[in-house]
């Protein structure tokens, strides 16, 4: 089936450092959405990418369709305590009818030191 | 509006019970989905349904049981639990054409099978 790989798999940062994250598929992928999971809750949708090479920010948040539409990004700037959390990037399944069926990335972990 | 609603929020099961985890939301989205969470394999598609009478399988749907009856109900059945189905469930759904990769979480089941 269909997989995506996360990297890193957890990062320890301090608060007010930069953070990078990626994504990676063996398939093509026509959107990428980066989700952020806080401990105990649902994903939220951060992030939805439409177009191969779209950069889009949600305040603190940039995220990247890599051109190659194997890959995306995710970088925070000046990270705060309230980032902790996990990261996950997803992808529709692939096939014409599968409508919202998402596949996820095995998720980033997040811990801020203040 | 109250999003999407879990019930129960924790549970604990002996080996061959039986019950019923609930979905609601209230957002009038047609799509609706299954999911569970285990420790480093990210969230995991079980069932799916794209409207009211309307269910699929998803990755892993086997000791699972979906309806859907209603718009905004979607019920997940274990017919007979096993302890590797412990596990965290989640509940999403989405628009079916308008923007259906952004789907809206519930807060989740945590459910133990012993």
């Known amino acids: 089936g269909q997989q995506l790989n996360q990297s890193p798999q957890s990062m320890f940062i301090q608060e007010g450092e930069d953070v990078s994250m990626n994504c990676t598929s063996s398939?093509?992928?026509?959107?990428w959405l980066w989700y952020k999971q806080d401990p105990g809750e649902g994903p939220v949708l951060l992030i939805a990418?439409?177009?191969?090479?779209e950069l889009t920010s949600n305040g603190r948040l940039t995220a990247q369709f890599g051109i190659t539409r194997k890959d995306s990004f995710l970088n925070i700037s000046a990270s705060i305590p309230s980032d902790v959390g996990i990261y996950f990037c997803a992808g529709p399944f692939a096939g014409g009818t599968s409508y919202g069926k998402l596949t996820f990335g095995q998720g980033t972990i997040l811990t801020v030191h203040p | 509006n109250a999003g999407v609603t879990q019930t129960p929020k924790f549970q604990v099961l002996k080996t061959g019970q039986s019950m019923t985890l609930q979905c609601a939301q209230d957002?009038?989205?047609?799509?609706m989905s299954w999911y569970r969470q285990d420790p480093g394999m990210g969230l995991r598609l079980i069932h799916y349904s794209v409207g009211a009478g309307i269910t699929d399988q998803g990755e892993v749907p086997n000791g699972y049981n979906v309806s859907r009856s209603t718009t905004e109900d979607f019920p997940l059945r274990l017919l007979s639990a096993a302890p590797s189905q412990t596990s965290v469930y989640f509940c999403?759904?989405?628009?079916?054409?308008?923007?259906?990769?952004?789907?809206?979480f519930g807060p989740g089941t945590r459910l133990t099978v012993t």
């Open positions: 398939s093509i992928f026509n959107t």
């Open positions: 999403a759904s989405s628009y079916r054409t308008a923007k259906p990769y952004e789907q809206y």
């Open positions: 957002m009038n989205h047609e799509y």
């Open positions: 990418l439409y177009k191969a090479g």
